[in-house]
């Protein structure tokens, strides 16, 4: 209980001074409730309003892929250096030691794997991502898999859903259909159907055109980083995605497989956050790798 012996009647009260109702530094997420915000704020730093997420969910379609092998080994010491984490929960709870006191981007659906047909896919409980304490739950999209388009569609829907009620965001992850064109109409439509479904972040694929993209999508977009590229295209296509409007990347291989992945993550940081161009990123990446 408050003290009231010393109860003082406020005074100041700012009149005459217009409140203060500052626009929020996430895409599409004025209107979200508290704690919605509060865990998009944890993924986008509040003083860009970037991210860079480390993927190293691949395993649960790929098993122990080149630079997967040992998550303890090869994934922890890069944990520092990432804005965010997006992992799948049997690693998160096996692996990842939880004093890191990094957000979570949790893979929130699994199915078929390199094996069989991908994009199989079922939705998980989402009471694993509140007791994991997660920040965002990612769910993958197949638009233009005429098989499982609706499915995965569904699953996308369901995850907003479950997550609007627990103020947990989604992402929604587009993956390549069969018969789709890599190109900005393939992406722009595949981003904004997760959008139009109610995904609050979108991971896509850069392409030509992809300012387009970015500008039709109501939410942010953070790049995926694809199969492996020579450290210096990687750092172009960061800095590429990010001068035409991306809000951040999500990359594994291009940092896992890297000849010195706590190099190149710094150097991918280094674009997404204090602009460096490519060439720029390459020599820091080059003087950290030599330490």
Request: hydrophobic content about 45%; charged content about 20%; overall charge negative.
């Amino acid at each position: 209980m408050a003290d009231l012996d010393d109860l003082r009647e406020g005074s100041n009260f700012g009149l005459g001074v217009v409140s203060s109702n500052n626009n929020f530094h996430v895409k599409g997420a004025e209107n979200l409730p508290w704690g919605m915000k509060d865990r998009l704020s944890r993924i986008f730093n509040p003083k860009t309003g970037r991210t860079v997420m480390l993927a190293f969910d691949h395993g649960f379609i790929m098993g122990p892929t080149s630079g997967l092998e040992r998550i303890d080994l090869n994934i922890v010491p890069l944990i520092e250096y990432a804005d965010c984490l997006m992992c799948t929960r049997g690693i998160l709870r096996t692996m990842i030691p939880p004093t890191t006191n990094k957000p979570i981007c949790l893979r929130s659906d699994a199915g078929t794997s390199i094996l069989t047909e991908l994009n199989d896919n079922v939705l998980i409980d989402v009471e694993d991502a509140i007791r994991m304490n997660v920040s965002a739950m990612a769910v993958m999209l197949s638009i233009g898999d005429a098989a499982h388009e609706a499915k995965t569609v569904a699953n996308l829907y369901k995850a907003v859903d479950k997550g609007a009620r627990y103020g947990i965001p989604v992402m929604g992850v587009t993956a390549v259909g069969k018969d789709m064109a890599r190109d900005a109409r393939y992406f722009g439509l595949a981003s904004r159907i997760a959008a139009e479904n109610g995904a609050n972040i979108v991971k896509t694929y850069y392409c030509d055109g992809f300012e387009n993209v970015v500008a039709a999508c109501p939410v942010p977009v953070v790049i995926a980083g694809g199969k492996k590229l020579p450290e210096l295209e990687a750092l172009e296509l960061c800095y590429k995605a990010i001068s035409e409007g991306a809000a951040g990347v999500d990359m594994g291989r291009n940092v896992f497989q890297s000849e010195a992945p706590a190099a190149m993550i710094q150097a991918v940081h280094a674009v997404v956050h204090d602009g460096l161009k490519p060439e720029q990123a390459l020599e820091l990446f080059n003087e950290l790798k030599n330490k």
